[in-house]
């Protein structure tokens, strides 16, 4: 979570020092001409000016898949950021054309395709950028400004970055692997935004060698870059607090819900003491211990069980054999005499717990309850019944919490609500591997709360330990809730803060350049 919130904030800065660049290098042609300008030098400036503009406004982007509900309409940004991309490369291509050369591309058209069909438009951005790295780069070569030469190579960089930007367009691919690659702070979205900084350090460092000549451009441009950084870093301080604060609200919730589940557990429990001493106390069942009426012993536990749902009743005598059996009428006779829980019932109480075993495919989880059945204030045998903890109780909890939900026989995954990717499978028989979740939960006995990665997902989790008769832990709850959910819930409030900390940067060379231009009177 943290570090797809860095980010997020990297791509905020980025985009903010790209939009200061392209700036400085407006501020560069307007100084150049103390402020008298032809018509060729407002081309340039308007289209270096627009394209401050539009990263200002992608800096402000959150990804779609943590801002549910957009403070602006996405569209209405496209429009306004494609359109300023666009007219921006347009500008300054008809602005170094018409210095000295005469070809100028049609920029109606072009305006006309952003405002229809914004993702389509995007393609022509690294073809415009590559154009205007060609203009500089051919009036370096073949004329006398070999300072063009830094430019020229900026916008290759900014064209190679246009580029990358561009697989964007195919993040709706049914191909994971691909959309692993260009999904959203994946390898190629680092990559675009790394191969900006890079553009933009190099065109920064040449425009800002000019800049820094004079001294009243020189104190403009530490003004505008001071409060930049300011804003920065106090936008980063404050959404860093609020996603910290949501962070330890949802470890504290994912607490509370844990113990809900601890909660159903146990409700469980009590409903299978009470069913337990219910059968134990049937006068059918203490009349089975006679061999004449076994038969009817097994009809009817075959029917208590299927009208509880239980997984598993046996009846047996107190030499630990089995003379009835609801899951398996025929199966009798089989001892249990060395079943803990047996052996237990048959000192004269009731005993409750946790018991794992190896099924056909997967561990299996149930809760077992061993309840004396007496006769004349003797134990005459044991009454076992068993309810499986499966899929349809964590489901079950699921609906009530909104949360992922999971079993582990020892460390491996018995039943759960997760599912894979395919919306069906469950991934049951997954081994959790955390040393940390295991040394605290399965060994110590004590519950975890905290961050994990399960499924190639990170959670924000709590495991606590599932207790077998002799209080050893044989098993774990998990309750989780991905780490993703927390960006979701901050997205809105960093989006606000992103869109104002943007608005007032934009206002904030006015008020630089008063000051720097009454620093630089007094001087003279």
Request: net charge neutral; no cysteine.
């Amino acid at each position: 979570m943290w570090t797809q919130f860095l980010l997020e904030n990297f791509h905020f800065a980025v985009n903010l020092f790209s939009a200061l660049v392209f700036f400085a290098v407006f501020w560069l042609y307007w100084d150049s001409r103390q402020g008298r300008v032809s018509f060729k030098e407002v081309t340039k400036l308007l289209g270096f000016l627009l394209l401050t503009f539009s990263f200002f406004i992608h800096a402000t982007h959150i990804e779609s898949a943590f801002l549910v509900n957009p403070l602006v309409n996405p569209t209405v940004v496209d429009v306004l950021f494609t359109t300023a991309r666009l007219l921006g490369y347009l500008l300054i291509i008809l602005g170094l054309f018409l210095e000295p050369l005469s070809k100028t591309p049609i920029k109606d058209k072009s305006t006309s395709l952003a405002l229809i069909l914004p993702s389509s438009a995007t393609l022509l951005y690294p073809v415009l950028a590559s154009v205007i790295g060609f203009v500089y780069l051919r009036r370096a070569t073949l004329g006398m400004e070999k300072h063009l030469k830094t430019p020229a190579l900026a916008f290759y960089l900014l064209t190679l970055s246009e580029l990358l930007h561009l697989t964007n367009l195919w993040q709706k691919t049914p191909d994971i692997d691909v959309y692993t690659l260009i999904a959203p702070f994946g390898i190629i979205w680092l990559s675009s935004h790394l191969v900006l900084l890079v553009s933009v350090a190099i065109l920064g460092r040449w425009v800002f060698g000019y800049l820094l000549k004079r001294f009243q451009s020189q104190l403009f441009m530490i003004f505008t870059l001071v409060i930049q950084v300011i804003f920065l870093l106090t936008t980063v301080s404050f959404t860093g607090l609020l996603v910290k604060n949501l962070e330890h609200e949802t470890l504290n919730q994912i607490e509370v819900d844990a113990k809900v589940l601890t909660f159903a557990v146990d409700a469980k429990k009590d409903t299978l003491i009470a069913d337990s001493l219910l059968l134990a106390k049937d006068q059918k069942v203490t009349a089975a211990f006679e061999a004449s009426v076994k038969s009817d012993v097994s009809k009817l536990v075959e029917d208590f069980l299927l009208a509880k749902k239980l997984s598993t009743v046996v009846i047996v005598d107190t030499d630990g054999l089995v003379i009835a059996r609801g899951e398996d009428r025929d199966r009798i006779g089989d001892s249990l005499s060395s079943d803990p829980l047996v052996k237990k019932a048959l000192l004269g109480s009731t005993v409750v717990a946790i018991v794992t075993k190896e099924g056909a495919l997967t561990p299996e989880v149930s809760i077992r309850v061993a309840t004396p059945v007496t006769a004349n204030d003797e134990t005459i045998g044991v009454a076992l019944l068993g309810s499986a903890i499966d899929n349809a109780f964590v489901d079950g909890v699921k609906d009530t919490t909104g949360l992922a939900v999971s079993i582990y026989a020892d460390n491996k995954l018995s039943a759960t609500s997760l599912v894979l990717p395919d919306g069906k499978t469950r991934p049951l028989g997954l081994t959790e591997e955390n040393q940390t979740v295991k040394t605290k939960v399965l060994q110590e006995g004590e519950k975890f709360t905290g961050a994990v990665r399960l499924l190639n997902t990170d959670y924000f989790a709590a495991y606590l330990p599932l207790l077998d008769s002799d209080n050893t832990p044989v098993g774990m709850l998990f309750v989780g809730k991905p780490q993703t959910t927390v960006l979701q819930t901050a997205a809105y409030s960093v989006s606000l803060t992103f869109m104002l900390s943007a608005l007032l940067l934009a206002f904030s060379p006015l008020p630089a350049y008063l000051v720097a231009r009454g620093i630089a009177k007094q001087v003279r």
